[in-house]
T-cell receptor
Framework: DTAVSQTPKYLVTQMGNDKSIKCEQN?????MYWYKQDSKKFLKIMFS???????INETVPNRFSPKSPDKAHLNLHINSLELGDSAVYFC????????????FGQGTRLTVV | DAKTTQPPSMDCAEGRAANLPCNHS???????VYWYRQIHSQGPQYIIH???NNETNEMASLIITEDRKSSTLILPHATLRDTAVYYC?????????????FGKGTLLTVNP
């Protein structure tokens, strides 16, 4: 059983399009995250949600809108895609208040052409 | 804004111990040292964490100096599958602001 699963694994799309990446975790965690890994391999946090409530928003453009329909899901919707959005996006989850171990998904490689 | 310094790369022979150093000279009293790794094309994977005492689990050992300004991750018997980028992260544990700040890490290459 995959703990944190993301779909799709690969996404190729044209500039200006709107796309979504889905994330689900079956670990019973209350907190979920989105991280972005750019071409230089730096991993940076974008958002975190605790029990469907936004906790961290790291100055991400408004074109990025996370949505958490329930605490097991955190989807990432991106409007008006730009070339610079090309990256690998990782979803993660953890228990709140402990910060012991975060589980990451396998990533979604987004390519904007 | 990583608070840690790691060598960019290291090599290790298969079957030997891999010792990965990390400097965190500005660490404060309530901040933990965490280690994650990222195998090529996969998501980061938690390895171990510690506050003051040395720690050991099924994957690795973590040695933290007495002044807590540096630490070493030890993989006792490295295998080819341990080739990955290893990240040392200083984190104020607790609360829902669990924000891992990844630096450049150390690319460990295990050679046959």
């Amino acid at each position: 059983d995959t703990a944190v699963s993301q779909t799709p694994k690969y996404l190729v799309t044209q500039m200006g399009n709107d796309k979504s990446i889905k994330c689900e975790q079956n670990l019973g965690h209350d907190t979920m995250y989105w991280y972005k890994q750019d071409s230089k391999k730096f991993l940076k946090i974008m958002f975190s949600y605790n029990n469907k409530e936004l906790i961290i928003n790291e100055t991400v453009p408004n074109r990025f809108s996370p949505k958490s329909p329930d605490k097991a899901h955190l989807n990432l919707h991106i409007n008006s895609l730009e070339l610079g959005d090309s990256a690998v996006y990782f979803c993660a989850s953890s228990l709140p208040g402990q910060g012991i171990e975060a589980f990451f998904g396998q990533g979604t490689r987004l390519t904007v052409v | 804004d990583a608070k840690t310094t790691q060598p960019p790369s290291m090599d290790c022979a298969e079957g030997r111990a891999a010792n990965l150093p990390c400097n965190h000279s500005t660490i404060s009293g309530n901040e933990y040292v965490y280690w994650y790794r990222q195998i090529h094309s996969q998501g980061p994977q938690y390895i171990i964490h510690g506050l003051k005492n040395n720690e050991t689990n099924e994957m690795a050992s973590l040695i933290i100096t007495e002044d807590r300004k540096s630490s070493t991750l030890i993989l006792p018997h490295a295998t080819l599958r341990d080739t990955a980028v290893y990240y040392c992260i200083v984190l104020n544990s607790g609360g829902s602001n669990y924000k891992l700040t990844f630096g450049k890490g150390t690319l460990l290459t295990v050679n046959p």
